[in-house]
């Protein structure tokens, strides 16, 4: 009914720099809350960013000042801008959206995850 796909994961040198996006597909009459999470080997997924509807952003205190969350409604689509990147930040990111599917009717929806690497 909805998908998510993202995109911009990779290998990185730590100090640089990327973009994740993550568009959203389907049935959509309007998304709520987008965010991104991610889950590094042997850790629980952890919310790393996240935005309101209205454009209010939330950010888990290791990324604070160093990630941006935006969003382009008109494009339903959620960035993460990923700066002086930590070997620490290593992890698989996945996108999250509550998207609304019906006036009264909403569901939460996974992306399929995209490996974020940061070496040393």
């Known amino acids: 009914q909805v998908q998510l796909v993202e995109s911009g994961g990779g290998l990185v040198q730590a100090g640089g720099s990327l973009r994740l996006s993550c568009a959203a597909s389907?049935?959509?009459?309007?998304?709520?809350?987008m965010a991104w999470y991610r889950q590094a080997p042997g850790k629980q997924r952890e919310l790393v960013a996240i935005?309101?509807?209205?454009?209010?952003?939330n950010y888990v205190d290791s990324v604070k000042g160093r990630f941006t969350i935006s969003r382009d409604n008109a494009k339903n689509t959620v960035y993460l801008q990923m700066n002086s990147l930590k070997p620490e930040d290593t992890a698989v990111y996945y996108c999250?959206?509550?998207?609304?599917?019906?006036?009264?009717?909403?569901?939460?929806?996974w992306g399929q995850g995209t490996q974020v690497t940061v070496s040393t």
């Open positions: 999250n959206a509550d998207v609304w599917v019906g006036v009264s009717r909403s569901y939460n929806y």
């Open positions: 389907g049935s959509i009459f309007g998304i709520n809350a």
């Open positions: 935005i309101s509807s209205g454009g209010s952003t």
